[in-house]
Nanobody, 123 residues
Framework: QVQLVESGGGLVQAGGSLRLSCTASGRTASTDAMGWFRQAPGKEREFVSA????????YYVDFVKGRFTISRDNAKSTVYLQMNSLKSEDTAVYYC????????????????WGRGTQVTVSS
């Protein structure tokens, strides 16, 4: 199995920035695609971003494009989500996820989930 642990969430003012990290451990940690989802209260979980194992395939949903940047460091088995120009609408629990490829992440069917980290943006 793969274990995913997120960190970096917190409270920021609108227009501010946060950097989320997710560290993976387990037998497939170095080769899986990884990505991020988020879920606001009363809403369904939604896909945010994904990155392939070699970083050559990257996806962003429109509502974060131009503001968020996903990257990974395979030596550290870690994926990052740099979030800039945060809006109150970005408030949610952010979940790290992994899968065999980015397509499974975009479809919302990852193999592994982290427990989530809270991001709160105040206006």
């Amino acid at each position: 199995q793969v274990q995913l642990v997120e960190s970096g969430g917190g409270l920021v003012q609108a227009g501010g920035s946060l950097r989320l990290s997710c560290t993976a451990s387990g037998r497939t940690a170095s080769t899986d695609a990884m990505g991020w989802f988020r879920q606001a209260p009363g809403k369904e979980r939604e896909f945010v971003s994904a990155i392939s194992w070699n970083g050559r395939t990257i996806y962003y949903v429109d509502f974060v494009k131009g503001r968020f940047t996903i990257s990974r460091d395979n030596a550290k088995s870690t994926v990052y989500l740099q979030m800039n120009s945060l809006k109150s609408e970005d408030t949610a629990v952010y979940y790290c996820a992994s899968a065999s490829d980015t397509t499974r992440l975009r479809m919302g069917t990852p193999s592994n989930w982290g427990r989530g980290t809270q991001v709160t943006v105040s206006s």
